[in-house]
């Protein structure tokens, strides 16, 4: 059975799916015709990989670094991280490992509609300025793109990073204790 936050994302999807149906339906369009304004951003949103890169990639190094402190816990260790504990204090018990997974789901939601919601107004803003400088829309159309990856590469560090490091140690502590 799907638990609430389960249900939510799956909820996501399907709107997302929803919304991609719609703006890729075929449309009467004459060459004249220019595509809506709206559906434009959609699409440029649904489909630029810098809205889901931040996302994906926190998801897997949080998880990761989840995963890895499992044999400790297992083993009367403590979790450091105040967000995955059950009194909400650092040094503590840990929570379930599927309530950590749901809490990491929920942080990987919220980093998905981050990046949705700067690409969608990065995508307007570079509309209006190819609107005021039709001559420039190269020059506009590139530094969209470049404003793009950088903030989702430099969100994507930020995220996920430090949690990359805390698999890898824990993986060798683990090791190194004979912990499974």
Same mark, same amino acid.
């Given at each position: 059975m799907l638990g609430r936050l389960e249900r939510s994302a799956l909820r996501s999807v399907w709107m /997302? /799916?929803?919304l991609v149906c719609c703006v890729l339906l075929p449309q009467r369009v004459s060459a004249q015709e220019q595509s809506s304004f709206f559906a434009d951003? =959609?699409?440029?949103?649904l489909f630029d990989p810098t809205t889901y890169a931040p996302?994906? =990639?926190a998801y897997d190094a949080t998880? $990761?670094?989840w995963n890895s402190s499992q044999p400790f816990f297992r083993n009367g260790y403590v979790e450091h991280n105040e967000r995955f504990t059950i009194s909400g204090r650092p040094n503590d018990v840990a929570v379930s490992y599927r309530v950590g997974r749901s809490r990491i789901l929920r942080d990987a939601i919220v %980093? /998905? #509609?981050m990046s949705a919601a700067n690409n969608a107004v990065g995508r307007v803003v570079e509309r209006m300025l190819i609107e005021r400088y039709p001559t420039h829309r190269k020059l506009v159309k590139t530094l969209g793109w470049i #404003? $793009? @990856?950088a903030l989702a590469s430099t969100l994507s560090y930020y995220l996920s990073a430090q949690h990359y490091r805390q698999a890898a140690? %824990? @993986?060798t502590r683990a090791q190194q204790m004979g912990l499974r």
């Open positions: /997302l /799916l929803f951003t =959609i699409k440029g949103v996302a994906v =990639i998880l $990761r670094d %980093n /998905l #509609e #404003e $793009r @990856a140690e %824990n @993986a």
